[in-house]
């Protein structure tokens, strides 16, 4: 059964993790919510509670922090769970009953939700101690009257000019530790993709919420933020950040009538 849901709004979890309340429905992405993740630690808890339940969970890749099966296992088994092909066996052996192998340039239609798989640029190994590999993907979920591209774990790539209009962009600048390995976006490059996918909004994710256990704070994890601001004020588009921290919720539209900014009409509730 569908969640009865009709206001748009995304609400950043944390890393990857983003819940989307999109055309009547409520889409998780990448749900990695423990306090404790491999050797990571989280920095901003989320309480389960607060949380919508979701109709869809969206994966991009099978990484440890993106496809976190002791995060899966918080959400009922009903769940519907678009996976890219190849972890689908993984999935199903949690008890989840609806799960949708996927791959770059199909669609699957739930509700009157299209989600379309797209191309990502990233490593498809699920990590050295594990045979599951995957082709990691994104995704561009369009409603009626709005559409999101979920990047997942990605970096830059010519094609992504080609999903326009875009009104919300999830886009991962950094990731856990302080340095950044290839197949990611980092501020820059994260700018540069914002310019190529010209949506109305863009929100960072995938920095921030996680780093190695035994670092108290550490100094450069709010760092890549303020660079990305720097990076889009460079570019020219600078009015389109949505800055958010974990937990915190854009809504589209505010109360008498449209905006004459198309980007004024998200904003913190």
Same mark, same amino acid.
Request: charged share 15%; hydrophobic share 45%; no cysteine.
């Given at each position: 059964m569908l969640s009865p849901v009709s206001a748009t709004s995304v609400r950043w979890l944390g890393h990857s993790c983003v819940q989307l309340k999109i055309g009547g429905l409520v889409v998780l992405t990448d749900p990695a919510l423990t306090p404790r993740l $491999?050797?990571? =630690? =989280?920095h901003h808890p989320i309480e389960p509670a607060t949380m919508a339940t979701p109709d869809v969970i969206l994966i991009s890749h099978v990484h440890i922090d993106h496809l976190h099966l002791p995060s899966l296992r918080m959400f009922d =088994? *009903? #769940? !519907? /769970? /678009?996976v890219p092909a190849g972890a689908e066996d993984l999935v199903r052996r949690c008890g989840f009953r609806d799960v949708r192998p996927t791959r770059a340039g199909q669609t699957h239609e739930i509700g009157t939700v299209t989600v379309e798989t797209v191309r990502a640029v990233h490593d498809r190994r699920r990590g050295p101690h594990s045979r599951v590999a995957a082709d990691p993907v994104g995704f561009v979920l369009r409603a009626p009257d709005v559409a999101v591209y979920a990047a997942g774990d990605t970096d830059l790539f010519d094609e992504m000019g080609t999903w326009a209009p875009i009104d919300?962009? %999830? %886009?991962?600048? @950094? $990731?856990?530790?302080? +340095?950044?390995? *290839?197949?990611?976006? *980092?501020? =820059? +490059? !994260? !700018?540069? !993709? +914002? &310019? %190529?996918?010209?949506? +109305? /909004? #863009? /929100?960072? #994710?995938? @920095?921030? &919420?996680y780093s190695p256990i035994g670092l108290r704070r550490p100094s450069w994890l709010d760092v890549p933020a303020e660079r990305f601001r720097v990076e889009l004020d460079a570019v020219g588009a600078g009015g389109s950040l949505r800055l958010l921290t974990p937990g915190g919720s854009l809504v589209r539209g505010a109360p008498g009538g449209a905006e004459p900014d198309a980007a004024a009409t998200w904003s913190e509730p």
């Open positions: $491999g050797h990571l =630690r =989280r =088994r *009903d #769940v !519907a /769970v /678009v919300v962009a %999830l %886009l991962p600048i @950094w $990731g856990w530790g302080s +340095t950044l390995g *290839d197949g990611h976006l *980092d501020p =820059r +490059t !994260a !700018a540069h !993709a +914002t &310019t %190529l996918i010209e949506p +109305t /909004v #863009v /929100v960072p #994710v995938h @920095w921030g &919420t």
